[in-house]
């Protein structure tokens, strides 16, 4: 589990260098959840969370495809988008979208349907460039049913199997070298955690696994990856726990 949360993590800075300039996506992890999403916090920051009962048995194409696929959803400015649309429907809660008239559901699902299928097709161009297999990394979706904000799940690997030769490989090599993927775990902890004076018993479970510190690309080589030397990562990474409220543009997510 320890190492699917740094695999997170990882992709977590490569997209954030690749588009965003680095701006740090909150990332939290979930402890008893399945659940996963993206959503922007009142400071306008991006979020991704994670529930780690959803990532626990993945492999790494499949970890990959999830997190490229919710990258795609904050690349592709989809919880604004979803927000609006739920503005337009007059929909704060599961209760109000299943409360709409038959035709106003049929309008408001295919909106919502349209942003899963657009995060597959980027998910699917962002694994590529880092090697993945696409089809292979959406197989966990093929048991999935469809919801009001999901198609089901086979058509979504059908898209991506019916794509994969137009899709682009995005290239990864000139904004961060391909670098996270290849660090070692404790240079990324270091990175993530660069001056750790708390003692763990101190730090609350509400405390965030912050990308917040990475630093600037110019330093490549420079981590201080040493003070984490024998550190133990299972027990750092339980400080990467935040129990976080949802927000009502939470982007329902038993899946993706
Ligand atoms: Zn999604």
Same mark, same amino acid.
């Given at each position: 589990m320890a190492n699917h949360s740094l695999e997170v993590l990882k992709l977590s800075v490569l997209f954030d260098n690749h +588009?965003? #300039? &680095?701006?740090p996506t909150q990332v939290h992890f979930i402890e008893n959840s399945t659940m996963v999403g993206t959503w922007i916090d009142e400071q306008g920051a991006a979020n991704l969370t994670i529930g780690l009962d959803r990532i626990q048995f993945m492999n790494s194409d499949q970890l990959a495809f999830l997190i490229a696929h919710e990258y795609g959803h904050l690349v592709l400015k989809h919880p604004q988008k979803t927000l609006e649309i739920q503005q337009q429907y007059g929909v704060n809660s599961t209760f109000d979208e299943f409360m709409l008239s038959f035709d106003m559901k049929r309008d408001y699902s295919k909106l919502m349907r349209e942003m899963e299928l657009e995060a597959d097709l980027l998910g699917a161009q962002l694994v590529l460039g880092l090697g993945h297999d696409p089809v292979a990394g959406a /197989? +966990? *979706? *093929? /048991?999935e049913t469809k919801s009001i904000q999901h198609p089901e799940g086979t058509l979504r690997v059908a898209k991506i199997k019916s794509g994969k030769e137009s899709i682009q490989a995005e290239d990864? %090599? &000139?904004? +961060? &070298? #391909?670098l996270a993927t290849q660090l070692s775990d404790a240079e990324v902890l270091a990175a993530l955690?660069? /001056?750790? $004076?708390?003692? !763990?018993? %101190? !730090? #609350? /479970? $509400?405390?965030k696994a912050a990308v917040e510190s990475w630093p600037a690309s110019d330093t490549e080589g420079g981590y201080a990856g040493d003070t984490l030397h024998g550190f133990e990562v299972s027990v750092l990474l339980t400080v990467a726990v935040l129990v976080c409220a949802l927000p009502r543009w939470w982007r329902k997510t038993s899946g993706t």
């Amino acid at each position: 589990m320890a190492n699917h949360s740094l695999e997170v993590l990882k992709l977590s800075v490569l997209f954030d260098n690749h +588009f965003f #300039d &680095g701006a740090p996506t909150q990332v939290h992890f979930i402890e008893n959840s399945t659940m996963v999403g993206t959503w922007i916090d009142e400071q306008g920051a991006a979020n991704l969370t994670i529930g780690l009962d959803r990532i626990q048995f993945m492999n790494s194409d499949q970890l990959a495809f999830l997190i490229a696929h919710e990258y795609g959803h904050l690349v592709l400015k989809h919880p604004q988008k979803t927000l609006e649309i739920q503005q337009q429907y007059g929909v704060n809660s599961t209760f109000d979208e299943f409360m709409l008239s038959f035709d106003m559901k049929r309008d408001y699902s295919k909106l919502m349907r349209e942003m899963e299928l657009e995060a597959d097709l980027l998910g699917a161009q962002l694994v590529l460039g880092l090697g993945h297999d696409p089809v292979a990394g959406a /197989s +966990f *979706l *093929l /048991s999935e049913t469809k919801s009001i904000q999901h198609p089901e799940g086979t058509l979504r690997v059908a898209k991506i199997k019916s794509g994969k030769e137009s899709i682009q490989a995005e290239d990864f %090599s &000139g904004t +961060f &070298g #391909d670098l996270a993927t290849q660090l070692s775990d404790a240079e990324v902890l270091a990175a993530l955690v660069p /001056s750790y $004076t708390q003692p !763990i018993d %101190s !730090i #609350d /479970s $509400t405390v965030k696994a912050a990308v917040e510190s990475w630093p600037a690309s110019d330093t490549e080589g420079g981590y201080a990856g040493d003070t984490l030397h024998g550190f133990e990562v299972s027990v750092l990474l339980t400080v990467a726990v935040l129990v976080c409220a949802l927000p009502r543009w939470w982007r329902k997510t038993s899946g993706t």
